[in-house]
Structure formats: C-alpha cells, structure tokens
C-alpha cells in the first residue's frame, strides 16, 4: 500500500508538471493566437482560423501521437516524450484558450476603445492598461472550465509512454489484481481540481472589487 | 482667433453620404451648439473633429494644425502625419453620451491615467490635478469610489474631469445628457456653464434647446448631413428662418 501510493506520488508530481507547464505556454500562446484570429490581414487571418479548426477538431490523443511521431518519421527524429506532451497539450490548450479570449475582447464595449483614443493612449497602453484587465475579469468562469479540464486530460500523456499519475495507477493496478490503485487516482484528481476550483474562486473574489 | 476651421467636409459610408458640405468655425472661448433630429449627421460631425471618424473629402485645421487638407491624387483623404494628428488629438477632449469611464479604475485613477501615460506627469502633480477638478465638479468626496457605485450623472461630470485633466484647448460633447433623466441632466448642464463661464472653448451636441440657447454663442442646425441654419443662439431657436428648423423646434 505504502509504495503503491510513493509510485502515485511520483505519478502526480509529472501530471503537475504537465499541468504547470502547459499553463504557463498555453495561456500566453492562446492571446498570440486571438491576435491572428481577429487580425485584418488575410493572409494572417485565415491559415490561424484554419490552424484552429485542425486543433480543435481532432482529438487531443491523435494530436499526442502526432507531434511524438512525426519527427521521427520524417527526419528519423526521436525526441524526448515529456517534451512531445508538453508542446501537444499546450497548441491544444491554447487554441481552447483563444476562443475564450476572443469572446472576452470582444465583450468589451467600442466605447472602452474610442475613450482610450480620444485620450491619447496607444494601442499597447490600451489594450493591456484598460481592456486587457477587463477581459480577465469576464473570462475567469470559462478558463476556470478549461483549467478543470486539463488537470484530467493529463491523463492522456500516457498514449506516448508519459508515466504520469493514470498511467501509474493502472500499472500497480495490473500487477496488484485490484482496482483500488484506479479509484485512489480518481482521488488525487479530485483534489488537484478542489485546489483549481478554490484558486479560481478567490481569483473572482479579488476582482469583483468593480463591475 | 479661429480655433476650429471645418470647410467643405463630405462623409460617405459605402453609398450613403453623412455629411454633405460642412463648413463652419469656432473661436477661442465661443461655445458652438449643434442641434438637430436624429441621424442628422451631428455625432459624425463631432468625430470626424474628434478623429474617431475619418473624412472623405474636406479641410479640417485644429489649433493652427492642419488634420486633412481635400484629397489625395487617389481619392483619399490628404490626412496629416501620425505625430501631427496625435498633437491635434491631445489638443481636443471628447465627452461621450455614454460617460464611458474606465469600470475597473477608482475616479482618481480614471482622471490621472491619461495624465501620467499621455503626457507624463508625476503621479503626485497628476493627482493635484485630479483633487482640483474633483472639487470643481463637485465630487471631491467620490476620488476612491469605482463608476458603478456613482450615479449616471456623477459618471458625466467624472468623465468631464478626465478630459478636462489633459487639458484640451477645445472641449466636445456628444450628447452628454441623453443617457440621464432631468434632475441628473441639471448636473451636468450646470457643470458645462460653469466651464462656458470661464471661456472654455466647447462644441456641443445636444437635444437641450433651452439650454443650447443660453448657453452658446452660435447655433448650427443640421439636418440630413447639411447646416440647415447658423447663426446668433438666440436667433435661430426663437427665430428660426428655415422651414424645417422651425418644424424641429416646434416639437420642444
């Protein structure tokens, strides 16, 4: 019992790295990716609509299989696995996150953009001094949706042989002859995602200082 | 001195031509009224000035500075170089019929922003600024509330201060009391005369005839993108010469 829950421990700790690290790519790759969404250059424009739909229309263990693979078909190119996660789930995360984004700029009232201007700000001031931090503020309930999301979708590294906490569960699982390992990981989600749901909650309550 | 010189600007939206013609000019410390019915061209008319629009043909001299000056070779309007139109830009204030104040910024912070990233002021000359006019306008007391625990009315007179902060030579209005019932409306007007009062140069859009005519020195009445009447306040809402400005006004 004791090494089974080390073996998960261990596990847990790559899912959050997983978890952490596509976070911290995703989220500012999803506004670089609402930037080419909502550009007026075609030519910009249309390969990132075309790039979203690709993304998003197939599924994230197909994506895994794919950015592992592919390289080493191609240019007989093999790479670590921990990073072909990391770069799968972080493009599949951010094209999530730059639909909630959009959503949230273009909430934004015209009248926010035309003060600013009418002010003298430039485009940069404006958008991060005044409709960046309002866009925050309206997307925290759907990119909480997502974060939630993703702590269980770490499960899915273990397709190219990440040996996060699913996959370690399942191993001791096998050679154990019980299910409990599986309904213990169930668990350890279950709290990661207790954790997001509090950190998102007080995120709210911090910026519910203006409507 | 002339402060504003608008000569013959057209507006066109695809088929459809807003403004058809405009000319007129405003002095320093004179107060200019633009009445009118709906979708008369007024508004297009404050932000073709204000920038937030951009003609299509015409010659527009702000401050001594020339905006755009009849059309290019192309057909497109001959609009000055970035640098002029931002110094032209700094120089005009805009009020809006919506108040949009900046929801997430305290009233202090909504009047000081613009100051210190605009125009650089240190933070303490910036908020001096801001306790002054708050006291001005009657709100000194509101500086760490946020917009949506103001009053529509204390909003407007919130938002006057942020671009009076900058200290515009020319201030417009659009409309400023159409968002607010009658008693907030008073605020407002009374803020605004106060401002006439120490010759502020102002253009204001507004449906107050009352107030239009005490308040301006001239009056232009517009009506399907032309200047239908211009002239005295006093003359053209009591004596209206144009048929259709007199129709208008009847209706107040």
């Given amino acids: 019992m004791e090494k089974m829950l080390a073996a998960m421990m261990g596990g847990t700790v790559v899912s959050l790295e997983v978890f952490f690290l596509t976070l911290l790519f995703s989220l500012p790759l999803g506004l670089v990716i609402t930037a080419g969404h909502m550009s007026k250059i075609a030519v910009v424009r249309i390969p990132v609509r075309i790039f979203m739909l690709i993304v998003r229309g197939t599924p994230l263990i197909l994506q895994l299989i794919f950015i592992y693979f592919a390289p080493y078909y191609i240019f007989k190119l093999s790479y670590n696995r921990f990073t072909a996660a990391i770069i ?3 493009i599949n995360y951010a094209c999530y996150f730059a639909e909630i984004y959009r959503g949230g700029i273009e909430a934004i009232p015209k009248g926010q953009y035309e003060a600013s201007f009418v002010l003298g700000f430039t485009k940069a001031q404006t958008f991060f001094r005044i409709i960046l931090p309002q866009v925050i503020k309206t997307i925290i309930p759907a990119t909480g949706n997502e974060v939630i999301t993703l702590v269980k979708d770490t499960a899915l590294a273990q397709t190219i042989g990440v ?7 399942q191993t001791a699982s096998s050679r154990e002859f019980s299910t409990t390992p599986i309904f213990v990981a169930g668990v350890f989600y279950l709290i990661m995602n207790w954790a997001v749901t509090v950190g998102f909650d007080k995120l709210e309550k911090k910026l519910s200082y203006y409507r | 001195m002339e402060v504003i010189t608008v000569k013959n600007i057209r507006k066109t939206f ?14 320093t410390g004179e107060v200019l009224g633009i009445i009118g019915p709906s979708g008369s061209g007024k508004s297009t008319l404050l932000r073709c000035v204000t920038q937030l629009e951009t003609v299509s043909d015409g010659t527009i001299k702000i401050c001594g500075d020339t905006l755009v000056s009849g059309i290019n070779a192309d057909g497109r309007p001959n609009y000055a170089d970035e640098a002029t139109r931002r110094r032209i830009m700094l120089k005009i204030g805009l009020v809006f019929q919506n108040f949009n104040l900046f929801p997430h910024f305290n009233v202090m912070r909504n009047i000081t922003e613009a100051q210190r990233l605009v125009l650089g002021t240190p933070k303490q000359q910036a908020e001096d600024t801001a306790v002054m006019l708050l006291e001005k306008i009657g709100l000194a007391d509101k500086a760490d509330l946020y917009p949506y625990q103001l009053s529509g009315g204390q909003q407007q007179r919130v938002s006057i201060a942020r671009a009076l902060a ?5 201030l417009c209005f659009d409309e400023p009391t159409s968002a607010l019932d009658p008693e907030l409306t008073g605020e407002i007007l009374k803020v605004i005369r106060a401002l006439a009062e120490e010759k502020m140069t102002m253009i204001v859009v507004t449906h107050e005839m009352a107030f239009a005519r005490d308040l301006s020195n001239k009056i232009i009445f517009m009506d399907k993108g032309v200047i239908v009447e211009e002239g005295d306040a006093k003359e053209v809402i009591n004596n209206p010469k144009n048929e259709r400005t007199r129709a208008f006004l009847s209706k107040y």
């Fill in chain 2, 166 to 170: 900058l200290k515009p030579e020319v």
């Fill in chain 1, 163 to 169: 040996a996060e906490l699913f996959r370690v569960a």
């Fill in chain 2, 14 to 27: 695809g088929a459809s031509e807003i403004l058809k013609d405009i000319s007129f000019s405003v002095h």
């Fill in chain 1, 88 to 90: 799968a789930f972080s």
